[in-house]
Nanobody, 121 residues
Framework: QVQLVESGGGLVQAGGSLRLSCAASGRTYGNYGWFRQAPGKEREFVAAIMWIGGYKYYSDSVKGRFTISKDNAKNTVYLQMNSLKPEDTAVYYC????????????????WGQGIQVTVSS
């Protein structure tokens, strides 16, 4: 089991940047990902980084604007979010330990508590 704690959320104007952090403890090896959930919507895939090969995957809506990375020495995963838009407003969740189907929320075994990101227009 992996324990995850997110930080770095907040309020930012459109066009601005934020960096989310996810500190992991426990069994820290495996895939890591970020999902988000806006009010009234389902939790959606944002980005993932694979344990084997370090491959990175992004949703079409964030590709080119967001970057996922991992500091293995600190057991911390980051989501750098640039050129933020009001539609990026959501609660962002860090996830760990997935199957091959990283884009599906139900394929991840561990979740953080979530952190609010609000982008004003």
């Amino acid at each position: 089991q992996v324990q995850l704690v997110e930080s770095g959320g907040g309020l930012v104007q459109a066009g601005g940047s934020l960096r989310l952090s996810c500190a992991a403890s426990g069994r820290t090896y495996g895939n890591y990902g970020w999902f988000r959930q806006a009010p009234g919507k389902e939790r959606e895939f944002v980005a993932a980084i694979m344990w084997i090969g370090g491959y990175k995957y992004y949703s079409d809506s964030v590709k080119g604007r967001f970057t996922i990375s991992k500091d293995n020495a600190k057991n911390t995963v980051y989501l750098q979010m640039n050129s933020l838009k009001p539609e990026d407003t959501a609660v962002y969740y860090c996830a760990a330990d997935s199957s091959t189907y990283y884009y599906a929320a139900d394929q991840w075994r561990s979740w953080g508590q979530g952190i609010q990101v609000t982008v004003s227009s």
